[in-house]
Structures are given as structure tokens and as C-alpha cells.
């Protein structure tokens, strides 16, 4: 078990994010297993659920006209609009069914607000609203946090450069991770991560 002050980020392990799911990442059913073993080994996981409402602002469908993966400026800034996915209470919304970690504590659902969207775990994309997290790994006394899940130049990357953010050390397991990838978002996401100072490592170099 690694120290307490260690805690495991399982970032959005949904139906609607596998190969078949709506918003679909490549292979990303094939980190299942590993994410499971891995979290064995810490005595802090906390999952994150994408949770949104239907007809929420980061869908296609919201805006008449509009295809999946155009981009758009909403109230905070650019917004690449996505295919409708993880709807709340959906199959889509659901962990993958192979998930099978018992003992993590908290289940953080983002991108609820209907108006906002939010890929990370810390923060919704508006810079402004708290998802809590950073006040509960606080009060856990959790120091560094290693990341592993969906997708790596989305969510992973803001959950771990967020977590940077609020003076935490960030780690990216990154055969625990797929990416999407799109345009060159996953080489941006890693040199970005860099910069803010999260690491990334293999599943092999975990002690």
C-alpha cells in the first residue's frame, strides 16, 4: 500500500468514453485491468463521473448548425463542442463495468452545470467554480497525486496540472491513460503538463 499522503485519480472510466461509446477513445477499454491492479496499491482513490444534463453547452446538438469538434466561444472562452455523451443517468454515464476498485472513498461528478463545461477534476472550465476536490485530498492530507484514465490530453492533463495548481504534486501513470489526440491535442497536453511541473511515469516504475 503506498503512503497515505499519496492519492489515485481514476479520471472518467465511462461506457461513453470505450471504443463503442458515444464520445469514444481509442483503446481505452484496454486500461481497465491496469487501472484496477494499480489502485489496489492505495489506500486514497478517488473516481471522477462526467455528469452532464442533457442539452448541456459542450453538445453539438445544443447549437443549431453546429457538428462535433467544431470549436465555439461560450461565456468563458473557446469551447470544442463534443457529441452528446454522458448523459446523466444514461448506461453511457456508467463506469465500465470491469472497474472494480471497492475501496475508493469519492465519486467527484463534474460538468453538471448545465452552462460549463469541465474536464477537470479540480476545476470546471470556467477557472472560477470548485468541484471540492482539492478541499477534501486537504483534509485527507494527501500531498501528490498520480493520475491514470480517460483521456490523457483532456481530462487526465487538466485534473493534473489543476492539481499543480493547488500546490500538489501531480504524477501521470501514462500506460494507465489513453488519449483522443485530435489535431495534435496529445503531444500540447504533454508538453503543457511539463511545463507545470507533473511528471509521468510507467506502471512498471511504481514502487
Not at 463534474?110 to 468541484?131: M, P, Q, W
Not at 483532456?154 to 485530435?182: H, K, N, P, T, Y
Not at 496529445?186 to 510507467?202: E, I, T
Amino acid at each position: 500500500m503506498r503512503r497515505a499522503t499519496d492519492c489515485l485519480l481514476v479520471v472518467d472510466i465511462q461506457n461513453d468514453f470505450m471504443p463503442a461509446g458515444a464520445l469514444a477513445v481509442p483503446k481505452g477499454d484496454e486500461i481497465v485491468p491496469l487501472v484496477n491492479r494499480i489502485a489496489a496499491n492505495f489506500a486514497v482513490v478517488v473516481l471522477t463521473q462526467d455528469w452532464h444534463p442533457a442539452g448541456h453547452a459542450s453538445f453539438a446538438s445544443s447549437h443549431p448548425g453546429k457538428r462535433p469538434y467544431q470549436k465555439i466561444r461560450l461565456a468563458y472562452g473557446e469551447q470544442i463542442l463534443w457529441p452528446d455523451h454522458c448523459v446523466q443517468g444514461t448506461s453511457g454515464a456508467a463506469f465500465h463495468r470491469d472497474l472494480d476498485i471497492p475501496h475508493a472513498q469519492l465519486v467527484i461528478r463534474k460538468g453538471h452545470h448545465r452552462k460549463v463545461d469541465s474536464y477537470s477534476a479540480f476545476l470546471e472550465a470556467d477557472r472560477k467554480t470548485k468541484t471540492g476536490l482539492d478541499g477534501y485530498l486537504k483534509s485527507r492530507g494527501v500531498k501528490r497525486v498520480f493520475c491514470a484514465g480517460l483521456a490523457t490530453d483532456f481530462c487526465v492533463a487538466w485534473s493534473a496540472m489543476d492539481a499543480r495548481r493547488f500546490g500538489l504534486q501531480a504524477v501521470v501513470v501514462e500506460d494507465a491513460c489513453r488519449a483522443i489526440d485530435a489535431g495534435g491535442s496529445l503531444a500540447a497536453a504533454w508538453a503543457s503538463m511539463k511545463k507545470a511541473g507533473v511528471k509521468r511515469v510507467s506502471s512498471a516504475a511504481l514502487p
